[in-house]
């Protein structure tokens, strides 16, 4: 029978591929809806499967789920705002950068960075660079993806600090993805959006439920209780590795579901950048512990 540890790697890599592909869906479905539209009937969709798991939470699963919830509709917000300005592998492989933000983090509280750190960061700006290259001048898109991948590294911050207070992970779960799923439906209602009547919102929806059902049930409420329980049993060393593949899971399913293609010096750039990312979180001598948190 296959060992524990190595199934929970293949459960990782099973999240790796569905996350990938959430960036073509969401590219997708950004020329019909608008982004918080987007956010707020996927979060609602996997809120609504994960909402059982409120019986089980406690004041810290609230206190922690709703901070979580909070900086995880930002860096949604940012990253969906981003594709509908760019393409979805660009928009991945920047994403794909919150990695190495995480360290990043570190040195500005002053501590000096480990080799691994620069050399990754030096193969991520290489990729970068080949990536504008090939795919045109840096964008507002891009800005925004950036903004979100900085979002989503301080969530993964907040999620190690969270996790360790929490009785419930699933509780904790539950909590964060309604809580996004609140916020979007509070900008909608707080903030001024462009006109649109109910029945050309309710038909985009609709048409586009195939997506939407998927995002929400599928890579949100599925996958997230996948990955507690592939987290469980890899190492952080493990689970870094596979995450680093998802930006280029986003571009072999951006080329098949939207047809976008990459030229030689963007494959090159995405491949630098994967690299970097991997080079910054490998560290042998990682003991078997809590992985990080896959953001996408």
């Known amino acids: 029978m296959m060992p524990l540890r ?8 099973l999240v ?9 869906a969401m590219k997708d479905l950004s020329a019909h809806l608008a982004p918080v539209w987007i956010v707020l009937v996927r979060f609602v969709l996997g809120g609504l499967l994960l909402s059982p798991f409120l019986l089980r939470a406690a004041g810290a699963e609230y206190r922690g789920g709703a901070m979580l919830g909070g900086m995880l509709f930002a860096a949604y917000m940012f990253q969906v705002e981003g594709l509908a300005l760019t393409s979805a592998n660009r928009n991945a492989f920047i994403t794909g950068l919150n990695v190495l933000v995480v360290p990043l983090l ?18 991520a700006l290489c990729g970068l660079f080949a990536l504008c290259w090939d795919g045109g001048a840096w964008s507002f898109g891009d800005t925004l993806a950036l903004i979100g991948a900085l ?32 916020c979007a439906a509070l900008w909608i209602m707080l903030l001024p959006q462009p006109a649109i009547e109910a029945g050309v919102l309710q038909a985009a929806i609709r048409n586009n439920s195939v997506n939407l059902i998927y995002l929400g049930v599928v890579a949100t409420a599925a996958i997230i ?43 090159a750039g995405g491949l ?11 560290n042998p001598a990682d003991e078997l512990g809590p992985a990080p948190a896959l953001l996408d």
């Open 6 to 13: 190595l199934r929970g790697i293949f459960a990782l890599l």
């Open 16 to 24: 790796t591929l569905v996350w990938g592909t959430t960036f073509p």
């Open 106 to 123: 570190g040195v500005v509280a002053g501590r000096a960075p480990e080799r691994r750190i620069v050399i990754g960061i030096a193969l």
């Open 151 to 182: 979002c989503f590294a301080l969530y993964i911050k907040l999620v190690e600090l969270r996790t360790r207070q929490a009785t419930d992970l699933m509780a904790l779960t539950a909590v964060q993805v309604l809580t996004v799923a609140c």
């Open 225 to 267: 209780s996948l990955q507690t329980w592939g987290q469980r049993h890899a190492s952080a060393n493990e689970a870094a590795v596979m995450y680093a593949l998802e930006p280029a899971c986003a571009a072999v399913a951006a080329y098949f579901w939207l047809a976008e293609t990459m030229a030689w010096r963007g494959i």
């Open 272 to 282: 630098l950048l994967i690299a970097g990312i991997i080079a910054s979180q490998w």
